[in-house]
């Protein structure tokens, strides 16, 4: 089993429609991340949450919310979403130890607005 | 403006050969940068990184060098193999304990057999 889970994997909805992307992990990280990836260009954060009480925005938050409903579990929503975006979005995770502790990524989920 | 800049949009290496891949930076307060593998339809993986404080470090076939003072780092794979191919991120985090990265655009790789 996957140590980042995302669902769904793939959505196709339409423009002014409220989506929610959900990650859940079973690796007892503290730290979740959403970012999204545009094609040919890199992963960008949206927020990150370093517990549950504990939400921050990204470089790229506007027109996205975030909850934090338990320390495995992180959501992601677009309250009206736009074609614009249309993208790959990550969940990830890492431990709060610091140093160099890598973020662990799930699969993505493809979102597609018309 | 992108702070982590990877110009290489591809890179096409002879299996057994040895792959360069290359990253820029231009902020002074990133104090790690990783490199991230990533498949089609998966995730990115970690593969190896390196702190601010050392110019190398090396894990079986990968070895990251970091060169501060061109605000450059790369990458090297030897003996590149065809289950190498993929895209490959380079990313540096923000000093400071937000644990927040900064990517590059990536650089697909193929080896070919």
């Known amino acids: 089993d996957a140590d980042v889970t995302q669902t769904p994997r793939n959505r196709i909805t339409k423009t002014g429609k409220r989506i929610m992307l959900e990650c859940s992990q079973t690796?007892?990280?503290?730290?979740m991340y959403w970012y999204r990836q545009d094609p040919g260009l890199g992963l960008r954060l949206i927020y990150y949450s370093f517990d549950v009480k504990d939400i921050n925005k990204g470089e790229i938050s506007d027109g996205y919310s975030v909850s934090r409903q338990a320390q495995a579990k992180f959501s992601l929503s677009l309250e009206s979403a736009i074609p614009n975006q249309t993208a790959l979005y990550f969940c990830?995770?890492?431990?709060?130890?610091?140093?160099?502790?890598?973020?662990?990524f799930g699969d993505g989920t493809r979102l597609s607005i018309l | 403006d992108q702070q982590v800049k990877q110009n290489s949009p591809s890179l096409s290496v002879q299996e057994g050969r040895i792959s360069i891949l290359n990253c820029d930076y231009t902020n002074s307060m990133f104090d790690y940068f990783l490199w991230y593998k990533k498949y089609p339809a998966e995730g990115p993986t970690f593969l190896i990184s390196i702190s601010s404080i050392k110019d190398k470090n090396e894990d079986g076939r990968f070895t990251v060098f970091l060169n501060k003072s061109a605000k450059h780092l790369s990458l090297h794979i030897v003996p590149s193999q065809p289950g190498d191919s993929a895209v490959y991120f380079c990313?540096?985090?923000?000093?400071?304990?937000?644990?927040?990265?900064?990517f590059g655009k990536g650089t697909k790789l193929t080896v070919n057999p």
């Open positions: 690796k007892g990280h503290d730290r």
């Open positions: 990313a540096a985090r923000v000093e400071g304990g937000s644990e927040k990265l900064v």
């Open positions: 990830a995770t890492s431990d709060r130890t610091g140093g160099s502790q890598p973020q662990h």
